[in-house]
């Protein structure tokens, strides 16, 4: 069964201050693995990785896959209190023609002023 | 404002009445999901409907009635819930392919009486 954990479950920060998020996997198949921003209401897309060692970046945000030893980390710099919010990771993995997402606990991500 | 629309935001039902939430996206997108999502667990998949058609159903108590009348729209007919169901229902949407991501409405916030 695919799995995914999530590390830390909760942290706090300072603004300004750069945070790491972790997310480790067991698949059988693996397609991609995604992060999602979730504040009250919709996960918002973040990334999709493929690719093993390829950064993708968007603003202060960055993410990057290790397919050997299963995991990738999404990175925040110069946190802002915009930033607060439960961060998901989810593993697309399976044989069907179709996204079949499996999601860890997610990790909740506190920026204080 | 996003692609998927979900109605309503929220809803209180007593465990004998019948109801059911609506998804709309605007995307064009050919494959739509339901998860649930309950506190401190994971987003859990509950039906897959690709090219309207149901291909995943994931261990669901049939109190849940998935509906899709075409590749835009997505229902989930509610009827006999108990307590446990109380949970934030999410739909999503994809462009079917493997490896694309899932757009997610803000959800219908659901608490069974």
């Known amino acids: 069964e695919d799995k995914v954990v999530q590390s830390p479950l909760s942290l706090v920060v300072h603004e300004g201050d750069t945070v790491t998020l972790n997310c480790s996997y067991e698949?059988?198949?693996?397609?991609?693995l995604l992060w999602y921003k979730q504040e009250k209401k919709a996960p918002t897309f973040l990334f999709m990785l493929?690719?093993?060692?390829i950064e993708k970046k968007s603003g202060r945000l960055s993410s990057i896959l290790d397919k050997k030893e299963l995991f990738s980390i999404l990175n925040i710099t110069a946190t802002q209190t915009g930033d607060s919010a439960v961060y998901l990771c989810?593993?697309?993995?399976?044989?069907?023609?179709?996204?079949?997402?499996?999601f860890g606990q997610g990790t909740i991500l506190t920026v204080h002023p | 404002e996003t692609g998927v629309t979900q109605t309503p935001r929220h809803l209180v039902m007593g465990m004998t009445n019948k109801k059911s939430l609506k998804c709309e996206q605007h995307?064009?997108?050919?494959?739509m999901y339901w998860y649930k999502q309950s506190a401190k667990k994971p987003l859990e998949l509950m039906f897959v409907?690709?090219?309207?058609?149901?291909?995943e159903n994931n261990s669901v108590p049939s109190r849940f009635s998935p509906e899709c009348p075409n590749s835009s729209h997505l229902f989930l007919h509610l009827h006999t819930l108990q307590p446990e169901d109380s949970a934030l229902y999410l739909c999503?949407?994809?462009?079917?392919?493997?490896?694309?991501?899932?757009?997610f409405g803000d959800g219908t916030r659901l608490s069974i009486l």
């Open positions: 493929t690719s093993s060692g």
């Open positions: 995307l064009g997108h050919n494959a």
């Open positions: 989810a593993l697309n993995a399976g044989g069907t023609s179709y996204g079949k997402l499996t």
């Open positions: 698949v059988t198949n693996f397609r991609s």
């Open positions: 409907y690709s090219l309207e058609e149901r291909v």
């Open positions: 999503a949407s994809s462009q079917g392919g493997r490896s694309t991501a899932q757009h």
